[in-house]
């Protein structure tokens, strides 16, 4: 599928009750239709207004525009990234093979990627983002970005993320972001990940 104009929430293939008791029905709810939502108005009306735009890719309007547009259509993207990464919880969530080697020989150790990802999207000051991405050469890392800055404007590869905005979790866990992010690992949908990172993901367009 390619993500072009005219712009809408992405078909979800879950209830909005599915990340229970992670985070609740109703912070899920609200997140895709009012949040993500708004971006979604808003990036349709910038490309009604400018409607060069319209011809473009949702990755491609992400990676060459700045401010209000680079905004919302970021916002979109990684809002469309973030379902499709995440799955009703599993217990023993693990990665498929391909992104489990790499992440052992560029962490050391799952453990050591999982403290990385909780610590550094803890202490991103703000709204944001936190990644893990890969390198031309498929080197992984974690990074966090603030507001709806995408590592892919840097030339790297998301392969998933977690979503750092106050809106994401603030009404289920108050300030506890770590604790938000800690639980947040049992709904990674690694199939997914793995898919990305052999295959791509129709959102890098
Ligand atoms: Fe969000």
């Not at 009750?17 to 912070?27: C, G, V």
């Not at 239709?33 to 011809?55: F, S, T």
């Not at 890392?141 to 392969?159: D, K, S």
């Not at 603030?170 to 990172?197: P, V």
Request: proline residues 6%; aromatic residues 16%.
């Amino acid at each position: 599928m390619i993500y072009k104009y005219p712009y809408s929430l992405p078909k979800l293939p879950y209830g909005f009750d599915a990340f229970e008791p992670i985070t609740s029905e109703w912070t899920f709810k609200t997140h895709y239709r009012k949040n993500q939502g708004a971006y979604v108005k808003a990036l349709n009306k910038i490309c009604r207004d400018q409607p060069q735009l319209q011809e473009l890719t949702l990755g491609e309007i992400v990676r060459s525009s700045v401010g209000h547009i680079f905004d919302m259509s970021a916002q979109h993207w990684n809002h469309c990234f973030l379902w499709d990464n995440l799955n009703p919880p599993k217990e023993n969530n693990y990665p498929h093979p391909s992104v489990l080697k790499r992440i052992r020989s560029s962490f050391g150790s799952f453990a050591n990627f999982r403290t990385s990802l909780i610590e550094i999207g803890t202490k991103e000051f703000g709204s944001g983002w936190v990644w893990l991405i890969a390198d031309s050469n498929h080197n992984l890392g974690v990074v966090a970005t603030p507001n709806a800055y995408n590592p892919m404007v840097g030339g790297f590869i998301p392969l998933l993320t977690l979503d750092l905005w106050e809106h994401a979790y603030h009404c289920d866990y108050q300030n506890r972001r770590k604790e938000y992010l800690e639980n947040s690992f049992s709904l990674l949908n690694w199939e997914k990940i793995e898919d990305r990172f052999t295959h791509g993901d129709p959102l890098f367009l």
